[in-house]
């Protein structure tokens, strides 16, 4: 199936451990991106990629680095993860104006 | 930087009626796009209509419209007979014409009742 996939979907760590979250996209979209969900604040954005060999800082990028690995994979790494980094977390696709979001990896570092 | 606020954090409507979520934004642009966005339970992004700032016609899609009010700087979304499965969080996003990222709200809670 076509879209956008996510690993994990769910994931538990220690403060001061480290974890990527993978992300992958079969449409061959150029723009893909990392977004954060708490609650009252909506979807706040971490960094994103406009192609294939850049990445650029969102809204909310300290914490947190990418690696746009190929056109397809786009991954996310918390390298010492704190508890305000619990969250869930959406990866995206972008082709012009349809943005396809994965189903998310609910986040929780304690 | 452009913010969208959404000032109504839960809503709730009788099935069949009809609800109105608002939403207002702020950007120094003339090219734009605005979107909505329902994320029911199962925690998917489902696009539910979009609206093209040089467009004056109000977008519609089914039971889903909207009254976008360039001038105000606002972009309400209205949904007719509304159904058990209209109960969802709904986020108001807006994005530059040119730009790559989507800027969303804080989301309202739509509850439906039977």
């Known amino acids: 199936n076509a879209g956008v996939t996510q690993t994990p979907k769910f994931q538990v760590l220690k403060t001061g451990q480290s974890m990527t979250l993978q992300c992958a996209q079969d449409?061959?979209?150029?723009?893909m991106y990392w977004y954060r969900q708490d609650p009252g604040m909506g979807l706040r954005l971490i960094y994103y990629s406009a192609s294939e060999g850049t990445t650029d800082k969102g809204e909310v990028p300290n914490g947190y680095n990418v690696s746009r690995l190929n056109k397809r994979e786009f991954s996310l790494r918390l390298e010492s993860a704190a508890p305000s980094q619990t969250s869930v977390y959406f990866c995206?696709?972008?082709?012009?104006?349809?943005?396809?979001f994965g189903s998310g990896t609910r986040l929780t570092v304690v | 930087a452009q913010t969208v606020t959404q000032s109504q954090p839960e809503m709730s409507v009788q099935e069949a009626e009809t609800v109105t979520l608002s939403c207002t934004y702020d950007t120094s642009e003339s090219d734009y796009y605005l979107f909505w966005y329902k994320q029911p339970p199962s925690r998917q992004m489902i696009l539910v209509i979009r609206?093209?700032?040089?467009?004056?016609q109000n977008a519609t899609e089914n039971r889903f419209s909207v009254n976008f009010q360039k001038a105000a700087k606002s972009f309400s979304l209205k949904i007719s007979d509304s159904q058990l499965g209209d109960a969802a969080m709904y986020f108001c996003a807006y994005r530059r014409g040119y730009g790559n990222k989507l800027v969303f709200g804080a989301g309202t809670i739509l509850r439906v009742k039977s």
């Open positions: 449409m061959n979209h150029n723009s």
């Open positions: 995206a696709s972008r082709l012009e104006y349809g943005y396809t």
């Open positions: 609206q093209e700032a040089y467009k004056q």
